[in-house]
T-cell receptor, first 114, second 111 residues
Framework: GAGVSQSPSNKVTEKEKDVELRCDPISGHTALYWYRQSLGQGLEFLIYFQGNSAPDKSGLPSDRFSAERTGGSVSTLTIQRTQQEDSAVYLC????????????FGPGTRLTVL | RKEVEQDPGPFNVPEGATVAFNCTYSNSASQSFFWYRQDCRKEPKLLMSVYSSGNEDGRFTAQLNRASQYISLLIRDSKLSDSATYLCVVNGGGGYQKVTFGTGTKLQVIP
């Protein structure tokens, strides 16, 4: 079956531009997570969705970052006025039901801010 | 104290060796534990869940020590293909069971 997909796979943008990153979770998975990973670093939690609501947004690094999820499926992570320090791989994961279940990761979006 | 801590390594071991990683966690209410594997420039993938009684999957053995709040991963007869970063994952407990990833332990198996 189809796994988690993310688009675009690569995004190069100029500083101060806005970007949107998309995640299509596995069908039926109610939990969805966004992480980012800088080169050689660990996963940094950004936000967690259960259905369309986000009980934990504590990882969003600034108010330039926002995310939404509609229809309990697709999620979009938006970064406004991008900065060079936003350059990283943004990973999305989905999980069948509870937050404690296995997470299935997408291939990530590699964001480069020039 | 970090919620989940791992030795970053790298662990450089010869083929055929046995290697073990530990991971400590701070929240005693944690309920679920996992080991993930991440290859270079790839997404993490589940290696195995960690059960209270310990569990084994081929050359891999995972154990949980709740009293000391750590989990371990043992790899026997290391293969070159085992070279990767191993991520410890802990369900932190609490209202929605927050999941926390460790920063990973890098393993390099040498011919």
């Amino acid at each position: 079956g189809a796994g988690v997909s993310q688009s675009p796979s690569n995004k190069v943008t100029e500083k101060e531009k806005d970007v949107e990153l998309r995640c299509d979770p596995i069908s039926g998975h109610t939990a969805l997570y966004w992480y980012r990973q800088s080169l050689g670093q660990g996963l940094e939690f950004l936000i967690y969705f259960q259905g369309n609501s986000a009980p934990d947004k504590s990882g969003l690094p600034s108010d330039r970052f926002s995310a939404e999820r509609t229809g309990g499926s697709v999620s979009t992570l938006t970064i406004q006025r991008t900065q060079q320090e936003d350059s990283a791989v943004y990973l999305c994961a989905s999980s069948p039901r509870l937050a404690g279940n296995e997470q299935f990761f997408g291939p990530g979006t590699r964001l480069t801010v020039l | 104290r970090k919620e989940v801590e791992q030795d970053p390594g790298p662990f450089n071991v010869p083929e055929g060796a046995t290697v073990a990683f530990n991971c400590t966690y701070s929240n005693s209410a944690s309920q679920s534990f996992f080991w993930y594997r991440q290859d270079c420039r790839k997404e993490p993938k589940l290696l195995m869940s960690v059960y209270s009684s310990g569990n084994e999957d081929g050359r891999f053995t995972a154990q949980l020590n709740r009293a000391s709040q750590y989990i371990s991963l043992l790899i026997r007869d290391s293969k070159l293909s085992d070279s990767a970063t191993y991520l410890c994952v802990v369900n932190g407990g609490g209202g929605y069971q927050k999941v926390t990833f460790g920063t990973g332990t890098k393993l390099q198996v040498i011919p």
